[in-house]
């Protein structure tokens, strides 16, 4: 349950911040920027690149969880959801579109304090940094703004919008996790998460005990 309730949150947090209109964050750059050219819904992009990444980590030798299969699909969903029903106001002056912004990074804060309690494993995207780390030896940190760099400025190019809002979710997106974890005082490294024959072997022993 803990795990849907996130990637609820996760999705009507990315909502929130593209309906801020100061510039969307790196990944929504690049995934605007294909809608731009294919024409797909949004959640279709968000779905479609994180499976493609998701095979790429697994050939890697990262391991997927359940959280990570249910992380590609379902936030793909909720934001199509999210976005047809347009319950959420496009901003249109900048000082209401960045106190919008900052909000919808504290809803993914608290978004991602859920999944990650879930301990299903984490997001495709995130395992992509794992593996660059891991492959190149680069710090964690360092692969990550490479990869935010890189699909920032892809999406630029295909038409996404990078703006101050862009500045501001990849600098402050990480000051929001760290005080809605310290406000819930949530221990992150104290997770162990589960790889997805993990949950299948639990799933596996629970139907044997029960039948």
């Not at 929504?28 to 980590?57: E, K, M, P, Q, R």
């Not at 319950?87 to 504290?106: E, R, W, Y």
């Not at 984490?122 to 699909?151: F, H, Q």
Request: glycine share 12%; with cysteine; net charge positive.
């Amino acid at each position: 349950m803990y795990v849907i309730i996130g990637l609820f949150l996760y999705a009507l947090g990315i909502v929130t911040t593209i309906k801020a209109n100061v510039g969307f964050a790196p990944w929504d750059v690049f995934h605007y920027g294909i809608v731009n050219i294919t024409g797909l819904s949004f959640g279709t992009i968000s779905i479609l690149i994180g499976l493609i990444i998701l095979i790429f980590v697994a050939f890697s030798g990262e391991k997927p969880g359940l959280g990570t299969i249910l992380n590609m699909l379902l936030i793909g969903i909720f934001l199509d959801i999210l976005f047809k029903i347009d319950i959420i106001p496009k901003m249109t002056g900048f000082l209401s579109g960045i106190i919008m912004l900052i909000a919808g990074l504290f809803i993914i804060s608290l978004g991602t304090y859920f999944y990650i309690r879930s301990a299903f494993g984490i997001g495709p995207r995130d395992s992509l940094m794992v593996v660059l780390a891991r492959k190149t030896k680069i710090p964690v940190g360092i692969c990550r703004s490479i990869i935010e760099l890189t699909v920032t400025i892809a999406g630029w190019f295909l038409g996404g919008m990078v703006g101050a809002g862009t500045v501001i979710s990849v600098i402050g997106i990480g000051f929001c996790v760290q005080i809605t974890f310290r406000v819930l005082k949530f221990d992150v490294t104290s997770v162990k998460h589960e790889t997805l024959n993990d949950t299948v072997n639990v799933l596996k022993k629970h139907f044997i005990w029960n039948s």
